[in-house]
């Protein structure tokens, strides 16, 4: 699933192909990426031109000029939405659910296999009315993170800070991936209540925070031009974030823990990582660098470590 620094590379890419670029035609080959009753579709794209390329957590806010008059268009990746570029005598990408012929020569293909993603245009480019945008908390990348905010709002928070950090309202754009790899950077463990974090832990989870997502924004740059493709290339969780990952031997794993349940912590070199689940979604951590899992209640956890655990850790 696309976190902020997927999309934010989708953003990069994006104003790079469509700046200035005019829609000549849009076709709209699946209308569910357009959600349900959600009007007249896409049509008045037709004859706009790019012209600014936001974003916010994990929302994409493209502003196009039409008639003189600003017009918005909403992408939220979801699941598995990519935007692609091709030329028009290029096969479509698999799994194309909306095109825009630019004026070009070139198609921005929105491709999105399990349909969880969604567009939407945004009359006026009045972004500050959408729903999904209201609640957001801040945008690490865009707005920079504050220990004062996140002390105040963690503070408030009972369930565990790995879960806390997911919530799109405390930070926006972070995910399964940058929370458990936040997390394993300030040294703190995914199963502690957010609330019991001392004013030292948060500036550490700040700083943690940034880095991992600095670090897969670069991870994420290099891998597109080492492939010279014009596709974004997305980080992504695996199949085997359910199934497989104990066997950690993904090579490109750009990721300090997540999915390396089993291997070594690359800090200590002396304990093996471990994967729980919390909230259905699996979390990384190693139990010596982030110690404290086992005065908490099993409740809040299934524990799935891997053999070869201390005892005292794995629970
Ligand atoms: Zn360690």
Request: hydrophobic letters at 35%; a positive charge; charged letters at 30%.
């Amino acid at each position: 699933m696309p976190e902020l620094p997927e999309v934010e590379m989708a953003r990069r890419c994006l104003e790079r192909w469509a700046k200035n670029r005019r829609v000549q035609k849009v076709i709209v080959h699946e209308p569910r990426v357009l959600g349900r009753g959600r009007g007249a579709g896409l049509g008045a794209l037709a004859g706009a031109r790019f012209t600014a390329f936001d974003r916010r957590g994990k929302n994409l806010l493209l502003t196009l000029q039409k008639g003189g008059a600003p017009l918005g268009l909403w992408s939220h990746l979801g699941m598995t939405g990519k935007w692609l570029l091709r030329r028009r005598s290029d096969e479509p990408p698999r799994f194309s659910r909306v095109e825009l012929l630019l004026d070009d020569g070139a198609i921005l293909h929105y491709a999105d296999m399990r349909l969880f993603g969604r567009l939407r245009l945004v009359p006026g480019g009045d972004f500050g009315r959408l729903p999904e945008l209201g609640a957001l908390g801040p945008d690490p990348l865009r707005d920079g993170l504050d220990a004062e905010y996140l002390a105040r709002t963690l503070g408030r928070v009972k369930k565990p800070v790995k879960l806390a950090l997911m919530d799109q309202n405390v930070i926006a754009g972070l995910g399964n991936i940058q929370a458990s790899e936040a997390l394993f950077r300030a040294r703190l463990n995914p199963l502690r209540p957010a609330r019991s974090l001392s004013p030292e832990e948060i500036r550490r989870l700040k700083r943690g925070i940034l880095d991992s997502l600095q670090h897969t924004l670069k991870k994420s740059q290099i891998e597109r031009l080492a492939r010279g493709a014009g596709d974004i290339i997305y980080v992504e969780e695996r199949k085997s974030d359910r199934a497989k990952a104990a066997e950690g031997s993904v090579s490109d794993n750009p990721f300090l823990v997540y999915g390396r349940a089993g291997e070594l912590c690359p800090a200590c070199r002396r304990t093996r990582i471990v994967r729980v689940i919390q909230s259905g979604r699996a979390t990384y951590y190693c139990p010596r660098c982030q110690p404290g899992a086992r005065h908490l209640s099993p409740s809040t956890s299934r524990p799935r470590a891997t053999r070869r655990l201390s005892g005292s850790t794995a629970r």
